[in-house]
């Protein structure tokens, strides 16, 4: 391999380090989100659903409130199951220089309070349980949720909390050098590939 794009891979490997570090605490923040998003959620019903809180009755509602406190407690968990797999983090995609295109592609660009689409998708699978659980005791409008597979999605824009955006602000700052890093390495595979090409040219 040539000397150059070995030096840069070393860097990069260098920076996935540095990223694995500052996406501690985006999960961190996310399971704050998705608690206080859930806890939001199920608050809203009870409030918009006061006939039907009064026909449940204690007896009613208590499972209900059981099943809430369970997913409330299950999110820690949860939130870590999902957003330390790797899949949702472009930068811990294996790197194959024979596909230049799919290099090209890994950025995690933030638009306002925007989040990049796999990391906003992430959060809202946090929120499959309450949905589940709201539209399984019809205390929220089923066009607020959608069947995706085999979850529930909100259907609308997500509040994004001020500490979660910040954190993702910081890892996209650092992203952005690894981006860089990723075009240095096109660029030095091309040229490696050009010269050995030439190299075979001549020794024919």
């Known amino acids: 391999m040539d000397s150059n794009v070995q030096s840069i891979l070393k860097k990069i490997q260098a920076k996935v380090v540095e990223l694995d570090a500052l996406r501690v605490p985006i999960i961190k923040e996310s399971i704050e989100f998705a608690k206080n998003v859930t ?5 809203s019903a009870v409030m918009n659903n006061p006939d039907e809180i009064k026909k449940l ?3 009613g509602l208590k499972p209900i409130k059981d099943e809430f406190n369970n997913i409330i407690n299950s999110l820690d968990t949860l939130t870590r199951d999902v957003l330390e797999d790797d899949k ?11 596909n230049i295109e799919e290099l090209e592609s890994r950025n995690f660009s933030i638009s306002g309070s925007r989040l990049p689409d796999k990391l906003d998708d992430a959060l809202r699978s946090l929120l499959s349980p309450i949905g589940a659980l709201l539209t399984k005791h019809k205390l929220d409008y089923s066009d607020n949720w959608k069947k995706s597979g085999n979850q529930v999605r909100y259907s609308y824009g997500l509040s994004i909390t001020v500490g979660l955006l910040e954190s993702a602000k910081i890892f996209s700052r650092k992203h952005q050098e690894y981006e860089s890093l990723m075009y240095e390495l096109k660029e030095a595979n091309k040229v490696s590939q050009q010269k050995a090409a030439l190299s075979f040219w001549d020794n024919i």
Do not use: P, T
Request: net charge negative.
């Open 88 to 98: 949702v983090w472009v930068y811990k995609r294996e790197i194959d220089l024979n």
């Open 57 to 59: 009755g204690a007896d």
């Open 39 to 43: 806890n939001s959620f199920m608050q």
